[in-house]
Each structure stands twice: as structure tokens, then as C-alpha cells.
């Protein structure tokens, strides 16, 4: 193995450097797919990914990382990581070795023999993929497989060729061998451009997931179901309630509708109870709700208040919101505790039907407990 080359054994497993260097030869050892392999070096690296097509070989799976080349951001020569397939013993691999019977290391290649340095925020990442590129669709004699041209060249001496009429000189063959490699690089400029647009075509699909489309995209899908998504909440609402849509319309205004859009736009746990009239007022026993909002009546810790009720009214007209006990929802939302109530009180007055009246109630020791959370 070359001298330049600074291999340190971990198991199986070669690592050449440590540090940043080990997510590009986890890159490489594994041999990540092309999407798979950037996705995972942006989690781990802040430095910019790219990526270089290059013909397959014999072997390789097309569309995998086969090395990395790092560009210095100060110039200068490149540094490679590149995998290799070696026997038991230290000797390299062919393609024909069983998998089970091969160690894969990694390797760092540097210019001059140097030792790697340390990998900068600012270098660029090129991962090498390799692809079945369209001249293999030409035949052999433009692939450079087979020689262009032959020619047979009779060697003979030309005095004794006069003087005995001799006919049996020696032949020789000579061969003149097509270089394929500038006609190889100019199809691989239509390999790229069909790489670049087949990779658009296969992320559409990703266009209309909630979880993972742009988010200037997310009330676009929305209003495919008639749906109007609030651009006021925090992104990672908003995907779940595009993501909800169908649902929440199809049970828009139900026990279960109303309950599933609270826990979703505020986390809080929450069970309705239909059929449940307010507090009826008793003159002498009854506490008159003295705050002009919901949020205050909570900041000044008052009961629930009493109203007067028109005896004639069904309690079908009626629902009770119960909410966790008063000291858990302060301990849980803090000093947004007034407003998740306001916001809990705003979404029941938009989701319920326009002839229903409902109250919020704080669920008591021994009371059954809300749903969600």
C-alpha cells in the first residue's frame, strides 16, 4: 500500500484522520446513494455538497458514492477518500470475492504525501457517483474495446529479397488504438443534463408531502381540499394541519373534530362533553364571572361563573370543554397559559356549530382525565 496513504484499522472498519473526515469515509465505505449520501453530510457537515458523474466500472453500483474529493476553499490541490476492497490478508479484492470474504477501508489521498488537514467550513464537497453513461449504448470500436484500425507491415530485407525472390519475410501487426475519452467526456455532458433532470422528476413527489415540501407550498396543498391554513402559526403546525386536512374537514364541527384541532394548534389536553349545561344561576350560591375575556378571568384565578339559563332550551344546545386541572395547565404552558386559552376559546367559536354554546371547565382531582397531550 503507498506510503501516502495514512490507513489507521478500527475493526473492520479504516478511518484515515477522525474528526470530520470519519462522516465522508462513512460516506464512502458504505457507499450511499446519491440523495441518501448528501442528506446525511448536511446533517453532520456545514460545508456545501456537490456532486461529479463518472462512468461506472466493472462492479460498482451505479448512482452509489464511490469517492469524495475535497476542494480547499483557499486553493490548491484536492484530497480524496476513497474505499477499498481487500482479502483477510491485506491483499486487494477483485470484483469476483465474495462480499462476506472482503474488508472495505477507507483511504485519504493527499498531495505530496502530506498529512490530511483539517476539514474547513468553507471546502466543498464533491462526491463521485458513478453511472452507466450513454457510450455504452455505442459499439466496442467507440468505446475503445477494440482497435480502430490494423494494419500488416511485412518486415524484410530487401537485398535478399531481389536476389532469392524470397516470400517469406516476417509479418508484423501493427494496431492503431482509438482513445475514446474525449468522445467519452462529450456524451457525458448529456448524461449530466438527463441526471440533473430525471433528479427534478423523482423529487416531485416530495412537492406535495406536507412534511416535506417547501413551506410557500403548504397553502397551495392546503386549498386543494377547500382548506385555509392560518400563515401565523409555527411551520411544523402548519405541515401537520395540511397533513390533517381531509380529517379535520370531514369532522369539522364533531366531538372528535373539535378535540383533534385544539391538541394540534395547542398541544394542551382537552375532552368535550356534550349535553352538559353551565353553572345555572342561584341567587346567593352562584360567583358571576367578573372578567371581560377568558384569558383574564384565568390571571385573576376566578371560579366558574354562573349564568341564567332559559329553562326552555334542550341540552343539545349545550357542551362543556374540560380542560387538566388549573395547576398542571400553569405548570405546563407557563406564562403562555393565558393566551393557549384564549386560542383554545378562538378555535371551539370557529369549529362548533353557530347554534351551540359551550364552556371551559379545569377538570378536578378524580375527574376523568382529558384526552391527548
Same mark, same amino acid.
Given at each position: 500500500?503507498?506510503?501516502?496513504?495514512? &490507513?489507521?484499522?478500527?475493526?473492520?472498519?479504516?478511518?484515515?484522520? $477522525?474528526?470530520?473526515?470519519?462522516?465522508?469515509?462513512?460516506?464512502?465505505?458504505?457507499?450511499?446513494?446519491?440523495?441518501?449520501?448528501?442528506?446525511?453530510?448536511?446533517?453532520?457537515?456545514?460545508?456545501?455538497?456537490?456532486?461529479?458523474?463518472?462512468?461506472?466500472?466493472?462492479?460498482?453500483?451505479? /448512482?452509489?458514492?464511490?469517492?469524495?474529493?475535497?476542494?480547499?476553499?483557499?486553493?490548491?490541490?484536492?484530497?480524496?477518500?476513497?474505499?477499498?476492497?481487500?482479502?483477510?490478508? $491485506?491483499?486487494?479484492?477483485?470484483?469476483?470475492?465474495?462480499?462476506?470474504?472482503?474488508?472495505?477501508?477507507?483511504?485519504?489521498?493527499?498531495?505530496?504525501?502530506?498529512?490530511?488537514?483539517?476539514?474547513?467550513?468553507?471546502?466543498?464537497?464533491?462526491?463521485?457517483?458513478?453511472?452507466?453513461?450513454?457510450?455504452?449504448?455505442?459499439?466496442?470500436?467507440?468505446? %475503445?474495446?477494440?482497435?480502430?484500425?490494423?494494419?500488416?507491415?511485412?518486415?524484410?530485407?530487401?537485398?535478399?529479397?531481389?536476389?532469392?525472390?524470397?516470400?517469406?519475410?516476417?509479418?508484423?501487426?501493427?494496431?492503431?488504438?482509438?482513445?475514446?475519452? /474525449?468522445?467519452?467526456?462529450?456524451?457525458?455532458?448529456?448524461?449530466? &443534463?438527463?441526471?440533473?433532470?430525471?433528479?427534478?422528476?423523482?423529487?416531485?413527489?416530495?412537492?406535495?408531502?406536507?412534511?416535506?415540501?417547501?413551506?410557500?407550498?403548504?397553502?397551495?396543498?392546503?386549498?386543494?381540499?377547500?382548506?385555509?391554513?392560518?400563515?401565523? &402559526?409555527?411551520?411544523?403546525?402548519?405541515?401537520?394541519?395540511?397533513?390533517?386536512?381531509?380529517?379535520?374537514?370531514?369532522?369539522?364541527?364533531?366531538?372528535?373534530?373539535?378535540?383533534?384541532?385544539?391538541?394540534?394548534?395547542?398541544?394542551?389536553?382537552?375532552?368535550?362533553?356534550?349535553?352538559?349545561?353551565?353553572?345555572?344561576?342561584?341567587? %346567593?350560591?352562584?360567583?358571576?364571572? %367578573? /372578567?371581560?375575556?377568558?384569558?383574564?378571568?384565568?390571571?385573576?384565578?376566578?371560579?366558574?361563573?354562573?349564568?341564567?339559563?332559559?329553562? /326552555?332550551?334542550?341540552?343539545?344546545?349545550?357542551?362543556?370543554?374540560?380542560?387538566?386541572?388549573?395547576?398542571?395547565?400553569?405548570?405546563?404552558?407557563?406564562?403562555?397559559?393565558?393566551?393557549?386559552?384564549?386560542?383554545?376559546?378562538?378555535?371551539?367559536?370557529?369549529?362548533?356549530?353557530?347554534?351551540?354554546?359551550?364552556?371551559?371547565?379545569?377538570?378536578?382531582?378524580?375527574?376523568?382525565?382529558?384526552?391527548?397531550?
Amino acid at each position: 500500500m503507498s506510503t501516502e496513504l495514512a &490507513l489507521h484499522r478500527r475493526g473492520s472498519v479504516t478511518t484515515a484522520t $477522525g474528526g470530520d473526515y470519519r462522516y465522508l469515509e462513512d460516506t464512502v465505505r458504505i457507499g450511499y446513494p446519491v440523495r441518501d449520501a448528501i442528506t446525511y453530510l448536511n446533517r453532520h457537515l456545514g460545508n456545501p455538497v456537490g456532486y461529479r458523474l463518472v462512468e461506472a466500472l466493472r462492479g460498482e453500483r451505479p /448512482g452509489c458514492v464511490r469517492s469524495a474529493e475535497i476542494q480547499p476553499a483557499v486553493g490548491g490541490e484536492p484530497t480524496y477518500v476513497r474505499s477499498i476492497r481487500v482479502l483477510p490478508d $491485506g491483499t486487494p479484492a477483485s470484483y469476483f470475492t465474495p462480499d462476506d470474504l472482503v474488508s472495505v477501508l477507507t483511504e485519504v489521498v493527499t498531495p505530496d504525501g502530506r498529512p490530511a488537514v483539517s476539514l474547513q467550513s468553507r471546502d466543498k464537497i464533491v462526491l463521485h457517483i458513478p453511472v452507466r453513461g450513454y457510450l455504452r449504448y455505442l459499439p466496442g470500436l467507440f468505446q %475503445g474495446a477494440v482497435p480502430a484500425s490494423r494494419r500488416d507491415v511485412v518486415r524484410a530485407d530487401e537485398v535478399s529479397a531481389r536476389r532469392w525472390g524470397n516470400t517469406d519475410s516476417p509479418h508484423s501487426a501493427e494496431v492503431q488504438s482509438f482513445n475514446a475519452d /474525449g468522445l467519452r467526456r462529450f456524451l457525458f455532458i448529456f448524461q449530466h &443534463l438527463m441526471t440533473t433532470v430525471t433528479d427534478k422528476i423523482d423529487t416531485i413527489p416530495s412537492l406535495i408531502d406536507p412534511m416535506t415540501t417547501d413551506p410557500r407550498f403548504l397553502p397551495w396543498i392546503a386549498s386543494w381540499v377547500s382548506f385555509e391554513l392560518d400563515s401565523s &402559526l409555527p411551520i411544523h403546525k402548519q405541515r401537520d394541519l395540511t397533513r390533517r386536512a381531509i380529517r379535520l374537514l370531514r369532522t369539522r364541527g364533531t366531538l372528535a373534530g373539535v378535540e383533534e384541532m385544539i391538541q394540534v394548534l395547542t398541544n394542551a389536553p382537552v375532552r368535550v362533553e356534550e349535553l352538559k349545561k353551565p353553572n345555572a344561576f342561584v341567587l %346567593g350560591r352562584s360567583t358571576l364571572a %367578573g /372578567g371581560a375575556s377568558v384569558e383574564e378571568r384565568f390571571v385573576r384565578s376566578e371560579p366558574a361563573g354562573s349564568f341564567l339559563l332559559n329553562e /326552555g332550551r334542550a341540552a343539545t344546545t349545550f357542551f362543556a370543554l374540560t380542560l387538566q386541572p388549573v395547576e398542571q395547565f400553569r405548570q405546563d404552558f407557563g406564562e403562555r397559559a393565558p393566551g393557549v386559552l384564549r386560542r383554545i376559546a378562538q378555535i371551539v367559536t370557529n369549529e362548533k356549530p353557530s347554534h351551540i354554546t359551550f364552556t371551559i371547565l379545569f377538570s378536578r382531582d378524580g375527574d376523568q382525565p382529558p384526552r391527548g397531550g
